[in-house]
């Protein structure tokens, strides 16, 4: 903006002065001074202006990985839409708890099309994350780490895949979505419903609260078939539990989980798929590495895990975590574990048969356990802690109605390394947040 000012000076000139005695004789000049001021106004630019996703989603969509997106409240994928997210793409949600919480939902019948690679991986986290265009990885002085949780929702993904609901209902709304919205409903009949394609996808600083003591998991999959793909997934700095499996028959694998508040995998409703290739990384926040229940209804299903490290968060032989067991399984869980290692677990932690149910699933061979390493944690002088346990107390049944935990030297051992063949080759791992921090 520029202002003109008129100035007018008042100069004398001249005096003529005469020698007789007549009155001096006077000119006045008038002078004309023109001064331009400039002046600046400011303009806030908003970086998301065209790169907010806000509501619902109803028509096929391809976000630009050139830019970085908003993700604005309770963001649902409807029915019969695809959502496509370009390899680098970073989404930094805006902050929230309840009702306003930042949250992307795939809804039965959408696609996710979420395809990063590693070393373009896509990145989900919160608007205080000081990521940049192209980078991976928070810059040195980053103002958000492991520790840091909660500022946002999560990533759910639901599909019309078979799972076990009391009352035997085929549908449920899945948690941490109101039952206002159907969006969030999940469950059918089509074990090889397509929910799309999931890769390289690093999901950080989520688990916002919506309701008292309920929040959002890292990456929620409700009802999710075997048509759908899902492997190379991180979930860090999460408060509740990093993965989720509600029922379903998807198979996943190369899961992370680092620093969750809750469990590190979870398995409800009759999961029936495989997971192959996990690592669990507890810290003082966390519960257990593996929370895992059986069916809810009639329905049944069998999970298998294989081929996992889980890691304690211990320090001098003293357990950190707020729980941090290695293993629990509920309800009547059915399924199969093997190729496990267990590491850096301090006395007291076990692999637990919570209740009757269980006890019996293991004795009619509907819930077994192969091929189980457990490394113990070392003091700071390098020594194994003087008070782990053996294998029986390990592996508790606390029922104590089956031959579990004398069975235990029949399918677990106490190593001091990783056997080949036995946990996850932790280089698949490579491309994470964790493998960089």
Known sequence: MS??????????????????????IIEYVTITETVVETQTETVEVDPYADSTLEGNISSDTTLDASKIWLLKGRVSVEDGVTLTIPAGTIIKAASGTGADASTLIIARGAKLIADGTADAPIVMTSISDNIEV??????????????????????????????????????LQIEGIPTSDTNGLYGGTDAADDSGSIQYLSIRHGGAEIGEGNEINGLTIGGVGSGTTINHIEVLGNVDDGIEFFGGTVNASNLLVWGQGDDAIDIDQAYAGTIDG??????????????????????????????????????DCDAEGVDGEMADFRKGATGDVMNVLFKNFAGGKDVELDASADAATYTVGTLTFENIDIMHPLDDDGVVCSDVETLDKIFDDKSDESTFESDASTFAEIVTAQQEGNGVDA?????????NN
Do not use: Q
């Open 278 to 315: 996990a690592m669990v990384i507890l810290t003082s926040a966390s519960d257990h590495g593996f929370e895992i229940d059986g069916p809810e209804g009639a329905a049944t299903g069998r999970f298998t895990i294989k081929n996992a490290t889980v890691i304690g968060a211990s320090d």
């Open 3 to 24: 202002k003109i000012k008129i100035i007018t000076l008042i100069a004398t000139l001249g005096v003529l002065i005469s020698c007789s005695e007549e009155e001096p």
């Open 134 to 171: 192209g980078g991976t990885y928070p810059s040195s002085g980053a103002a958000l780490n492991v520790d840091t949780r909660g500022l946002w929702g999560g990533l759910l993904i639901l599909g019309k895949a078979p799972s076990s609901f009391s009352g035997d209902v085929t549908e």
């Open 427 to 435: 280089s698949i791992f490579s491309w994470t947040f964790y493998a």
